[in-house]
């Protein structure tokens, strides 16, 4: 020990050398020791040191085959004082120790890259920089970060057994080629705990929670009841969690057919056949079969093939749309029935006027009036009350909406004005949106949903309040010339007369269009 009547500098640095007289000290961080010369040391072979343990049985070595015992990446150069680069000590050890692994002691390692090798620590090691493959930590809770055989048996006496990330816990056959593995999902956002049954169970069991307690459950092995409920040939069913049946819903093998007493409810889904040749949909003691009940549309058939119906009625308030429809009316064979695609009865005598306002732009015309009434392809008659427009019959080109539409003019124009559509009133209607008035005797028959093709069949009649011998009303669709107009699938011409080929106004004007 240094003589304490020396006078040594306050607050020393590690390795800080001070000199008094002879002799120079050292300040190695606790106190001050003398500097030996090193000169005047002498090493030693630690091959002639000798180790002997204590206890039975043990061997005496020398200590250089003891110190190999554990190589350390300080026995390379390693510092691991957070500064130094101990990269080259780290790969120099590695390829001494080669396949046996390198013990780091405890400190900050400065890495530049990637280490490759096996290491392991007994304390707390961080890298700085660079990486270093495997670092295994040896605790009193072992952690390992890389991949670790054990040849023999794992005992935990204490603590638990953990898998981090997402891993998998492998079961290997005989051979170690092949394993079933178990893992947990992705993402888990509770700790949960199953708990194992004591017993070993039965042939057949299964597991299944026994009781739930937080995130725990017990699990148990358990029998699944197969007897079927009710009696033979009973579908099955869940009835309360069990098997259920019941006489109204049962299966003939034999047959291949399943039998309801009851109704059938199907939500969003078809009913189908793959039968080649008749299916059938009936009841054998049922006096009346409904289909449809409150379904919007229905509908029979195919559209190739073909629908037969004995007897066919309908009290349905909206639209009953059918393909084609062949019966046998009591005439002895089976024919086709052709409906009627639309019908009007009108007063032909009175014309009102649908008071509106317009504008044309090019030859282009827009027309407002509320209501209208009109579709593509309808044919009108327009007043014009005022501005530049021209009276006279047109077809409706565009319909924006229920209270405009547009046709073109025959002169280009820059026009605004008032004008009126010339309309006679309905009394009766089926598919026919209006009457346009178009001069004495004239009338267009416009249709809401137009004809298929123009190869559709008209038929008029007529009647007037003229007293007069020659009272006699004649409809017929209009006669083809330079000036009329000719049938569409939207619209069609009609024109009454007299006896004397007169045109006249039908007090009672009836018109009906077959297809």
Known sequence: ??????????????????????????????????????????????SFIIYSPTGTGAVTRNAANKFNDILSVKDFGAVGNGTTNDTAAFNAAWSAQNPNPVLVPPGNYVITGTVIGEFYTFGTVSITGGTVNTINRFTKNLQVSGNTTIGGDLT??????????????????????????????ANVTNNNVYTLPAAVGSAGQVLQVLSTTSNNATLQWATLSGSPGGSNTQVQFNDSGAFGGDSGLTYNKTTDSLTLTGDLAVNGGDITTTLVGTASVFNSSATTLNIGGAAGTVNLGSSTGAVNVNNLSTTSTGTASVGNLSMNAGYGSIAPVYGCRAWVNFNGIAASHQAGTYT????????????HG???GSVFFIDITSGSGVDGTYTVVSVPNGNQFTYNAAFIASAIGNCALVQNAIRGSGNVSSIADRALGRYSVNFITPMPDINYAVLVTGSTNVSTPTSAVVGSEELVTSSSLSRTTASVPITFYNNNFAAIDALSANIAIFR
């Open 1 to 46: 020990m240094p003589n304490t009547s020396i006078s040594f500098p306050t607050s020393p640095t590690i390795n800080q050398q001070y000199v008094y007289g002879s002799t120079t000290y050292v300040w190695n961080g606790t106190s001050w020791a003398t500097l030996i010369d090193s000169s005047l040391v002498v090493p030693i072979n630690s």
């Open 156 to 185: 935990l006496t204490n603590g638990d057994f953990s898998l981090g990330q997402n891993k998998e816990l492998r079961l290997s056959d005989s051979d170690s080629s092949n394993y079933i593995a178990f893992k947990s999902p």
């Open 360 to 371: 044309q732009s090019g030859t282009t015309v827009t027309v407002s009036v509320n209501s």
């Open 374 to 376: 009109l579709y593509v």
